[in-house]
């Protein structure tokens, strides 16, 4: 098979959003494409710009509200002509389309244009209940007509496959983390660090702050000089505060808000270790594999966290971290006092996390393999009988 040379590749991508921090993230990750790549959200709407770009937005706009009424089939084939008009201007070698619920929007315009699909799936969109739940019939037919998938861990692929319906070749899966960026975070020395531990993430139940604090508070107890910082903010940050006075920790716990990278690495650097306790959310709501522990363990920091999702997959229980059942704030609160208690252990757990993240988890592989992926797929026609009928 034939690839197209990267140079060549003409990537256009498909997002809900430009504001979110996550879909910052996003576009930032996709300029290290060695690709064009041109980029389409579904919050645009440009008064005076590009037509396509407002008609898009626009398109999206009416796609949610058919959504919300319950006619989902409706919904999907507004946002999907026009997408298909986008193709027709852009004249990509191939469509991204950025979180599976998003994908839905777009999908029909792969009959429409013969373009091959590819859909990057991230973490609630194959897991949460408001979305893998209430979409499953369109995943079907969305997994019909993608030529491939990318995921972030094993257990969300695993999820999919069991919605894949039958296919004469299995639909290629690349499983992949986002990984981090190797030349800003580095420089650990957690031996040095005082015992001061760093929470990155959003104030939500997925990422588990109330148990992340209740595990430090009794860890605390015995060790007067142990310190947490919180970074991020979302809709448990009030409660976190409040529950940091009601445990007699709020002035040993400092809330930040949200930082940027340079800052958290800096941060990262003057730790002794990390923190998530990540779990699954009331709603099924489950992590990809965050990356926040990548940083971490890409600067030299040891990781303490949860077995969830696709976590193990980059901690190695006792090699690389330390990793405690979901919910079990006694069995981290252990392990942040292993860490604060031996500051030899702390330095040894990260300096073999930064040899494995550097090996296998910086924003270099992740960027390759999806570029492997798309030359792949650009170079592979679209074969009619891979698709079933509506």
């Known amino acids: 098979?034939?690839?197209?040379?990267?140079?060549?590749?003409?990537?256009?991508?498909?997002?809900?959003?430009?504001?979110?921090?996550?879909?910052?993230?996003?576009?930032?990750?996709?300029?290290?494409?060695?690709?064009?790549?041109?980029?389409?959200?579904?919050?645009?709407?440009?008064?005076?710009?590009?037509?396509?770009?407002?008609?898009?937005?626009?398109?999206?706009?009416?796609?949610?509200?058919?959504?919300?009424?319950?006619?989902?089939?409706?919904?999907?084939?507004?946002?999907?002509?026009?997408?298909?008009?986008?193709?027709?201007?852009?004249?990509?070698?191939?469509?991204?389309?950025?979180?599976?619920?998003?994908?839905?929007?777009?999908?029909?315009?792969?009959?429409?244009?013969?373009?091959?699909?590819?859909?990057?799936?991230?973490?609630?969109?194959?897991?949460?209940?408001?979305?893998?739940?209430?979409?499953?019939?369109?995943?079907?037919?969305?997994?019909?007509?993608?030529?491939?998938?990318?995921?972030?861990?094993?257990p969300m692929a695993a999820r999919l496959r069991q919605l894949e319906p039958p296919r004469p070749s299995p639909l290629p899966m690349l499983v992949s983390p986002s990984g981090a960026n190797a030349e800003l975070f580095d420089g650990g020395e957690p031996a040095a660090a005082p015992p001061c531990f760093l929470s990155v993430g959003r104030f939500v139940a997925k990422k588990g702050p109330l148990i992340t604090l209740e595990a430090f508070a009794i860890a605390a107890r015995t060790r007067p000089a142990l310190q947490l910082v919180m970074v991020g903010e979302g809709p448990l940050l009030d409660c976190a505060r409040r529950r940091a006075v009601e445990l007699g920790v709020s002035e040993r716990v400092q809330f930040t808000g949200v930082e940027l990278p340079p800052q958290i690495a800096e941060r990262l650097r003057h730790s002794r270790g990390f923190v998530q306790h990540s779990l699954t959310g009331p709603d099924g709501d489950q992590e990809g594999s965050p990356v926040a522990v990548m940083e971490a363990q890409l600067s030299g920091v040891p990781v303490v966290a949860t077995r969830h999702a696709g976590i193990p997959e980059v901690v190695l229980d006792g090699h690389t971290g330390l990793l405690v059942d979901e919910g079990d704030g006694a069995a981290m609160a252990v392990a942040i006092g292993r860490l604060a208690d031996d500051p030899a252990l702390a330095a040894r757990l990260g300096a073999a996390g930064r040899a494995r993240a550097l090996k296998q988890f910086t924003v270099t592989h992740h960027l390759q393999a999806l570029m492997d992926l798309f030359q792949r797929v650009a170079a592979t026609p679209i074969n009619s009988s891979d698709t079933l009928p509506r």
């Open 1 to 154: 098979m034939r690839t197209t040379p990267p140079s060549a590749l003409r990537l256009l991508v498909f997002a809900p959003s430009r504001r979110r921090a996550s879909e910052t993230f996003i576009r930032a990750n996709l300029r290290g494409l060695p690709c064009s790549t041109t980029v389409y959200c579904g919050d645009e709407w440009p008064w005076r710009g590009p037509p396509l770009r407002l008609a898009y937005g626009l398109a999206v706009g009416v796609s949610k509200l058919l959504d919300r009424c319950g006619w989902q089939r409706a919904a999907t084939w507004l946002p999907s002509l026009v997408a298909a008009w986008i193709c027709v201007h852009e004249r990509p070698s191939l469509v991204l389309a950025e979180f599976g619920f998003h994908a839905v929007r777009i999908m029909e315009l792969v009959p429409a244009t013969g373009l091959p699909l590819v859909v990057h799936f991230r973490g609630a969109d194959a897991s949460s209940q408001r979305y893998l739940g209430r979409l499953a019939h369109r995943y079907r037919r969305l997994l019909t007509l993608a030529s491939a998938v990318v995921v972030k861990c094993e």
